[in-house]
């Protein structure tokens, strides 16, 4: 088969799903189409593992000439000057960028309910979410529309909807991968990682993907390991601990079963596990919503109808402001802005603010401390499997609720990866395995063993 062909059977499942599906935003035909002409013509599959491989992007990050909206009315007509450093990474490879993939705007939600364009269903059920915010995504890999696609991950949004499409996806360690042209939601959470069918296909992306990066500040200049050198199948002797707040109240009894049916697989395989606590996790969901909102209120100050995007019409600058924010943004997002500046405003900074940077070191120390004693640890993804579509849009509470296990994970700047762990009532339930900072490898090995 050539790159060629490859490429025309990706637009071709588009076309034939996506019309119910709902996953793409903005389809790159004609130039992937050109790029694989031109890999066929230099008639070598080098060895680079993404190599004419087509992959989707979430629309959050910044695509040089091709459309990036960040599924928001305000980005609809935004064309970006520049490739994101992972997009470059990923040209480097010659991967080919099929298209871009619906979320919640910003990246804010759980459920892609709160695109500005339209609602992604699952491809499980199509009366059911995709999860989200990178919604789109794991739709795209799970309807096979795609084999790869990056997400971004803030509170959950690679892993929850990894979970709900039955897919692999992975979120690193704080500082792995660049954000360079990653459209800031709360820049001390945010990562990029990537989704896929399989384990080895993740390993694969990820590496392409990880590396320091001199345009993010916050990058990490520590080595990338080979990831596809963890993919052994040996876990003889791996330590895994299995927090009991993960499997407590609130989460599905099918789902905890789900759990421990893997848990038996993994110690057949030769890995030990024991019952450990995350006493300040139940404290997560709380501080989280004012971190991550107070850093939102901040970056998207930036969107004010003169740098980017769609421009409302108005008499005078003030006004200008006003009204493109008023019409572009969409209710959750001006909930966050409002929820995030009250955070921050004197007066209220110490009584919030501070106090929720102060419970996410209480939350980091939980990890820090299990992590000495063990090597993994594992859990469910998400309390339930994929809701219905309109079941909790009304209500945002219970919405942030079915974030709890994920979000523990962003605040302490830990990896962790979603696989698939069974059906529940015919719907994919996700394991969560997370690891020490920058032991991506071991959370490879794990998740490959099981796999
Ligand atoms: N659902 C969470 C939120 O709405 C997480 C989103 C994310 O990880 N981008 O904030």
Redesign the pocket.
Known sequence: ISFTDLVNESYKRISEVDGEIKAFLTLNQEEALREAKALDEKGVSEDAPLYGMPIGIKDNIVTKGLRTTCSSQLLANFEPMHDATVIHKIKDQQGIIIGKLNM?EF????SNENSGFQVTRNPWDLDRVPG??SGGSAASVAAGEVLFALG??????IRQPASFCGVVGMKPTYGRVSRFGLVA?ASSLDQIGPITRTVEDNAYLMQAISGHDKYDSTSANVDVPDFASNLTGDIKGLKIAVPKEYLGEGVDPAIKDSVITALKQLEALGATWEEVSLPYSKYAVAAYYII?SSEASANLARFDGVRYGVRAEADNLLEMYKKTRSEGFGDEVKRRIMLGTFALSSGYYDAYYKKAQQVRTLIKQDFEKVFEKYDVIVGPTTPTPAFKIGEKIDDPLTM?AN?ILTIPVNLAGVPAISVPCGLVNGLPAGLQIIGKPFDEGTIYRTAHAYE
């Open positions: 919640d990246a804010m939600g759980s989200g915010s971004s991950d803030t509170g959950g949004s939601f991550a942030y974030d």
